[in-house]
Structure formats: structure tokens, C-alpha cells
């Protein structure tokens, strides 16, 4: 497929006269085509489709809606590895890693598919017509869950697949009923473009509604702000910059009709390693932890940027392992110049700030390579400047060295909201463990013991969310299939006759689907 550099208006493409280019990240260099930048009408045609499409799409079968995230994951592995390699020019993400991604791109569209079919997320509730109660008679009331409308979706620079155009975001809004129109990353227009032609393939297969899905590009704030702005769109999906995310925040609780942002933002991830650990295991965990750090150049928003210990030898062999391995680390290359840039000040920024820098990777030699870093600090100081503790984005992380338990808890106390929280530890530290517990509940979405925090599972139980900074909503996640319940409200309908009621609430369909009657739980004949 040529790319063309045009927006996706429903099923129109157009080209418009401002237009911006792709910069290859290892090279410096500009990639062809240019691609449009939406300005305002563009915008107005795509909300303007979005909402027109809102009530058909959402009224289709489910099944319809099943097949066509299916028939997405179906055009995007039918565009092969093409895509791959325009992604990776776009971003100096290596093609292995890609290939991974669009496989977990492909099986979230498939995993909501299921979770369609399934219906728990329609939580149909059913509390029959008491007509004798005394001393009032009680009325028929039936509750499910419907979607909350358009959802602006904004593709995120780490993940150009599994969090951009077709990403969690993107299968979590479609599969609850919401049309959607996508900011995508300036970063890797071509890369959207693949992707869009796949979802537009996907839903002229499938007979979907016209405004299903938009994309829109643009190189600034501008663009993004009016989508925000856009009193028809009904919630946001961002991952991305705190300052960014904060700022789509704004934009949105100061609208005459305030809508949701769920925006993913910024985490460090603190893992503690505790005694019994550091003793049986330093150098294995030292080793264990660079490699997680190092990962996709640090590019995680679960990448471990804190790690909390108690002095002693077990730590002092931990030390003295993670900068060996972290001397060895190939340096990669990160995935925009200003990713790159904001990395480096972050650097400087925790030097300036007292932490005294333990290990450097070696300068790759090449275009906007990230060097890895693990800087040193006692927890006093630690808890006299806590900015330290802030997201430096990329493959830099901070030991924090804690005379007690006290003084290890005080610090994570002073931490903000997390992605997720790390425990290492053997049987004997279980009690350690323990009283790590309360705090760790209270400051992120999910905790994990003796293993590292990236690599997100995509499924039913995760959670990949936590409380602020980490996520605008910490009552959420981003992925796995609790995602969709971002984008549902209930509904109750007292009084009504069957026939009026909506199909999956009728006596005829109600037991087809997971329900609860009088609070009491039935499977249902699809679970
Ligand atoms: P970003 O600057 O937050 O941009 C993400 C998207 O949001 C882009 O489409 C951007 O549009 C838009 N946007 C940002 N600020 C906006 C504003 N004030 N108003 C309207 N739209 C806005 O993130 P990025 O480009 O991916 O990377 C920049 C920095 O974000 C990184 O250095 C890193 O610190 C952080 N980051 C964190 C994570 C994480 O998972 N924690 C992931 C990625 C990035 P335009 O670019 O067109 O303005």
C-alpha cells in the first residue's frame, strides 16, 4: 500500500494544504509523504459523522459489533510485515518488538470481541414488580449498561500499535458502542495511516455505520485541545505526558457539559526488595531489574524508575551488580528527538537534585540514543526534595537506601499514584511484605511479587491504572477487558412493557445474558 498522507473523514480521505512530515528517529531525516493536518472543518465533518453514527452503531447486534473488531484484527495482519517496517522506520522500535505488538494488538481486538459475546459487561440487573408490597407497591425496574458516545482517542508514541490507532483505547470505546475519532501521534503518521486503512477495510466489510471511526493528524496542541473541546464527543482515551494529560483534564471539566478523560500519564513504578531477597538473590535481581529498565529503551509507563532497599550487604552486592549490567547495556534508540531531549534534561535534573550517580551505559554512537543511568540516594534526602521521585521517562532509575522499615514505608508514603508497585522477596520477608500491603493498595493499580513490572498481560483481571499521577481515574484500567467500563453508564428502566424494553432485558433474551434478579446471580445460556 502507498501511503497518501490524507485524513480519514468517515470513509472520505482528504488531503488539506497544512502539512507535516515523519522524522526518522535514528536518522534525523524526514520520511515521505507529508501528511495533512486537520484544522477546523475537518474536525466539525468528523464529529459531526461520529455523532450521526452513535445510535445506529450502538444499536447493531452485538455480534455485528463482535465482527467487526474482528474483521479489524483480520485487515491489519493481511497488511503483513509492511506495516512493521514503516513503524519502525517511524519510531527505531526494532521489528521483533513490533511484531510482538501487533500480535497484542490483534488479540485485544479479539479478547473484546469475546468479552462482547460474553454480555457480563452489560450488567443487566432485574428487580421484578412487587404489585403487594405494603405499604407501597414496588414498580418493575431493569438495569443495564449503555455506551457514553463518541470518544476521542489519542494514539500514544510508545505503543504506535497497541496503544495508537486500533490500540486497547481504541477496541476497549468500539466494543462498548462508541464511535470514535483519533488523534494520532504526530510521531508516526504513516504507521496511523496503515491502520486506518485496516479499521475502514474492516468496516466497509463488516457494514458499519459511515463515522464509525475518523482519524485526524496534526503536528500540535491545537488540534487536540478543539477535539476535546468538541461538545460532541463524550469521553477521552490519552496516554501520554502528564503535563499533556493534565491539560486535556482541564480542557474537559471546563466545558459547558464536562465530559471524562481516562489519560494514562506518568508512573515510577517503586519496587522494594526486601532482606531474605537481597540476601539469597542480589545479583539475579540487580541482573533481573537492568534488564527490565533497559527495556524498549525505558519507554515503559511501567518502567521501574524507583527501587527501595535497607542497607546492608545483600543491598551493597545488589548495588555493585546493577551497575555492571547496566555498564553493559546496549543503548537503543528512543523514539522521538524530544523524548530523547526531555530523557537527558530528566538526567541533568536528578543530578542537579542531590542523587549521586552510581552507572551510565556507554553512548551508542548514534541518533537520539538513551543511556541508561541508576542513580543512588538515602531516603532523608529523598524526603527532603520528593521531585526527585517524579517521572524521568526512559531508562533511568533511583535506589533509594532506607535505614528501616519505617523510614522505607515513609517514602513510599510520600510517593504519588502508581502503575504498579513491585515486591521481591522470599517466604521469611512475608511479614515485611505484609506491612507494606496498606500502603501499596493505596498508592497503585497493581502490586507484584518476584517479577517485574513490565510486560502488561492483556486480559480479564489486570489492572493498568492507579491513582494520580499514574491515571486521570484510578477507578480504572487501560487494559484488559475491564477497559470498556470507561466508556458505559446505566440506565434503569422502571414500569416498562417487555416489548419496549431493550432487547437484552426482554423475559424472552434476558436469560441469554449474565443477569441478577432480586441482587441474586444467574449465568447466563452465551457464559
Ligand atoms: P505527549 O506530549 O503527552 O503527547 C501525546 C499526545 O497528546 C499527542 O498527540 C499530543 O499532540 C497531544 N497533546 C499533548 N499535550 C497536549 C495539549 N496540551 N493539548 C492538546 N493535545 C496535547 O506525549 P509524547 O509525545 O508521547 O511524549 C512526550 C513525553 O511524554 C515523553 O518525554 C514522556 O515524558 C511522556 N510520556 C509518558 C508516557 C507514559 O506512559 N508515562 C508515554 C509516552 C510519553 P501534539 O503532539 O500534536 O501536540
Redesign the pocket.
Known sequence: MALTGELFIGRRRLSTPRQFQAIDPARGSALEPPFSAAGAAELDAACALAQAAFDPYRMLPLERRGAFLEAIARQILAQGDALLERTHLETGLPLARLAGERARTVGQLRLFAAELRNGDWLGLRVDPALPDRQPAPRPDLRQRKIPCGPVAV?????FPLAFSVAGGDSAAALAAGCPIVV?G???HPGTSEWVASAIVAAAAETDMPEGVFSLLN????A???ALVADSRIRAVA????R???V??MKIAAQRPEPIPVFA????INPVVLLPSALASRATSLAQAFVASLTLGAGQF?TNPGVVLALEGDGLETFVEAANAAIGAATPAVML?E??HR??AAGVDRMAEHGAQLLARSTDGGTRNCARAALFGIAAEALLAHPTLAE?T?GPASLLVRCSSMPQLLQVLERIEGQLTATIQMEATDQALARQLLPTLERKAGRIIVNSWPTGVEVCHAMVHGGPFPATADGRSTSVGTLAIERFLRPVCYQGFPDELLPPELRAAELSRWPHRIDGERRLGRSS
Open positions: 489519542f494514539g500514544a508514541s510508545n488523534k501521534h504526530p510521531a496534526g503536528p500540535d496542541n488540534l487536540g485541545a490519552f496516554t501520554g505526558s503535563a499533556g494529560g491539560a486535556l494514562e500519564m506518568s508512573s509507563c522521538t524530544g523524548i526531555n530523557y517521572e521517562f
